[in-house]
């Protein structure tokens, strides 16, 4: 808060220097570490960065004193030179994330220190180099500006992944204080907090007590529910707590990246994957699958593809190559361990085989007479598509890859009596407290209520915000006591802080 008021009032010129002084600040207090590891990253990467814009600016300076053939020599010795930075920033960023985030797998048994959002900021600062390298805007003069960007304090725990054409640029300019701001800024807090604390803390003990003792015979209908909940809780606790991020954001006149556009509603795997974590998917996109895809070996199998096996293949067997790539990083980046591997290649696979059928699935439809624009047809993808991402989260969930395919098993065909298992004895085994338990249920089942009418009202395309202002007083003020009076009652039940799930990645 105080950095919020001092921001406003003073001069306009030097609010992105106080925001550099607050992300200095704030670093520090989490540990020196942090900020030794932060402030290296940015240099590296802002160092870079200088170096290829310099050579690409020798090289346009070049390319009115030389002919042709000589610029086409040119261009290639720079190209070398660009990509020998390239590696060695890569060489030194990523090398340090492999090395913290992983060495304890590869067998160093003592512990590591894992900088605070080393993740996150790695990827933020790779992305502005990359952009500089290929040209699309100029690079940052002064460190100072480009340090406030790459630790900007509130996307540190878990994104967005913010890009410095974007958000950077919004931290050159000047910001008076506009009350709108602030209203905004605090609804978004109070939703994402409803979200995190009303749903997913909640949530969070109840998921652990189903899926993670070692119940080989565990019955489906009970391993459903669990990874029903984890569902709910993952959605609540990751968009939660961006939503509290993109709310700080706004308070300071900033507008972040969004990062969740109503996953649940999606029609396909591959629509989902760019209605979750959007920043994520679309950093490998820009970084990794465009420029893997375009290589000469992936094009020569493409033509050899379109020659044999016709165009469709020609154009799918790329993507799917470079879908397969993206989802093995993914599932590595959210830890070295077998099942999140395993998670990334199903969800690659999926996408990849309904790319790849597509012909199939038009025709089978034209021939069942099937209306692909209807209402119903619409409803079935998104509860297809749900049932799919719920087939995942069994890899994502269960740290023993067997054990999950033992619970996918149970699930189809050991699902269990549900009048049998879902009895006052029986839950009290597993979550303990009858009546606890029931308030829980009642308060997640509140917040859920509240996330899917805000959330069918924005894949209408309405703005809640706006609609909001347009109410009556007493409505708007609601909007802000109810989720915060149901977000206090909600500490009464949850076990704790169960910190928040993607800050460990």
């Known amino acids: ?38 402030f290296t990253n ?62 304890n797998f590869l067998g160093h048994f003592h512990k590591i220190f894992l900088p605070l959002g080393l993740s996150y900021y790695t990827f933020q600062s790779i992305a502005y180099f990359m952009d500089v390298y290929n040209q699309k805007y100029e690079k940052e003069t002064n460190f100072l500006r480009y340090f406030s960007f790459i630790s900007f304090f509130p996307q540190l725990i878990f994104g967005p992944i913010n890009r410095y054409d974007k958000l950077g640029v919004q931290m050159k300019e000047e910001h008076k204080f506009n009350f709108e701001n602030i209203k905004y800024g605090v609804m978004l807090i109070l939703y994402g907090g409803l979200k995190k604390y009303l749903i997913a803390d909640i949530l969070f003990g109840k998921i652990s007590a189903i899926l993670d003792p070692n119940y080989e015979n565990l019955p489906g209908c009970l391993i459903l529910l669990g990874i029903f909940m984890y569902a709910v809780y993952q959605y609540a606790d990751f968009s939660g707590g961006v939503h509290m991020v993109l709310g700080v954001a706004k308070l300071f006149g900033l507008d972040m990246a969004p990062n969740f556009r109503q996953p649940y509603f999606s029609t396909s795997l591959a629509n989902f994957w ?81 790319d790849l059928l597509e012909p199939v699935f038009k025709k089978l439809n034209v021939l069942l007479h099937i209306n692909e624009k209807g209402k119903g047809m619409h409803i079935f993808r998104i509860i297809r598509t ?32 549900i009048s049998e298992i879902f009895t006052k004895h029986y839950l009290k085994e597993i979550f303990g407290s009858i009546s606890d338990f029931e308030s829980q249920i009642v308060l997640v089942l509140i917040g859920c209520a509240i996330t899917f009418v805000v959330s069918i009202l924005q894949e209408n395309k309405i703005d809640v915000y706006s609609a909001i202002q347009k109410k009556n007083i007493a409505f708007r003020w609601s909007c802000y006591y109810v989720p915060l009076i ?11 802080d169960a910190g928040f799930m993607y800050a460990q990645y």
């Open 386 to 417: 749900f049932i799919i991402v719920n087939i995942g989260w069994y890899f994502d969930r269960i740290i023993d890859v067997k054990k999950s395919f033992i619970y996918l098993k149970n699930t189809f065909f050991n699902f269990g009596h």
């Open 1 to 38: 808060m105080a950095t919020l008021f001092i921001y406003y009032i003073v001069p306009k010129k030097i609010q992105w220097i106080l925001l550099a002084v607050a992300n200095t600040v704030f670093y520090a207090f989490t540990g020196i570490g942090n900020l030794i590891f932060i």
């Open 274 to 354: 760019q209605r979750w974590h959007i920043s994520l998917g679309q950093w490998m996109r820009d970084y990794v699958f465009y420029p893997f895809a375009l290589t000469k070996g992936i094009q020569k199998i493409s033509k050899w593809c379109g020659e044999k096996l016709g165009k469709h293949f020609a154009k799918s067997i790329p993507a799917c190559l470079a879908n397969i790539l993206v989802f093995t990083l993914v599932g590595i980046w959210h830890g070295p361990e077998l099942h999140f591997l395993v998670w990334g290649l199903y969800n690659a696979l999926i996408i990849a085989l309904s």
């Open 42 to 103: 940015a240099l590296v990467t802002f160092a870079c960065a200088n170096i290829v814009s310099s050579f690409n600016s020798n090289l346009k300076a070049k390319k009115k004193e030389l002919d042709k053939e000589q610029f086409k020599t040119e261009k290639q010795k720079t190209l070398i030179k660009k990509r020998l930075v390239l590696i060695s920033m890569l060489f030194i960023n990523v090398g340090v994330l492999v090395y913290l985030k992983y060495i």
């Open 486 to 496: 149901l977000i206090i009652l909600s500490f009464s039940f949850s076990a704790g």
